[in-house]
């Protein structure tokens, strides 16, 4: 039983080291995502406005509007694309965001809430070139630092 079980094991693990590298194939080679996919990449902030559009400080509908630069440092030094995002303030810390990732082989659109700017999940909601149709989600993660950095998770579905 034992046996059994250390070679279903085994069989997962290689199927699964397969199916990566396969994903990894298309994602450099095709023109269409074939099947659920991650993205992670790192972002560096290049510049970022806040609107008083309300009250004077921080308040509902005050807007947030951001550039970043995406790298994945895994690949290259160098900058892989760009993000621009829009954030209005919805109440208390919260805001509701939108957003484009620009990436090499097409673009990947984002909704969602943020409550707190450290960690926050919003929604994939489209996208384009290789990224059509998709859906998922992006779970953000802040790195801190000058200019702020940010570990982006992808979690893409076709």
């Not at 290689?14 to 099947?35: E, H």
């Not at 290259?76 to 919260?94: P, R």
């Not at 659109?109 to 409550?115: A, E, L, M, N, Q």
């Amino acid at each position: 039983m034992v046996r059994k079980q250390v070679v279903f094991v085994a069989a997962v693990a290689a199927a699964s080291a397969t199916a990566a590298v396969g994903i990894s194939d298309v994602f450099a080679s095709s023109d269409a995502l074939p099947g659920p996919g991650i993205i992670r990449v790192t972002a560096a902030r290049l510049s970022n406005v806040h609107i008083d559009a309300g009250r004077k400080g921080r308040s509902v509908g005050d807007e947030e509007i951001s550039r970043e630069q995406l790298f994945n440092r895994r690949i290259t030094s160098k900058a892989i694309g760009h993000a621009e995002l829009v954030c209005t303030a919805t109440g208390g810390k919260s805001a509701n965001c939108t957003g484009t990732y620009f990436l090499p082989k097409g673009k990947i659109v984002i909704s969602g809430p943020r409550t707190f700017r450290e960690i926050f999940e919003v929604a994939v909601v489209g996208g384009t070139g290789i990224y059509d149709n998709v859906r998922g989600t992006l779970t953000v993660t802040s790195l801190g630092g000058k200019p702020a950095r940010f570990l982006l998770y992808f979690r893409l579905l076709v």
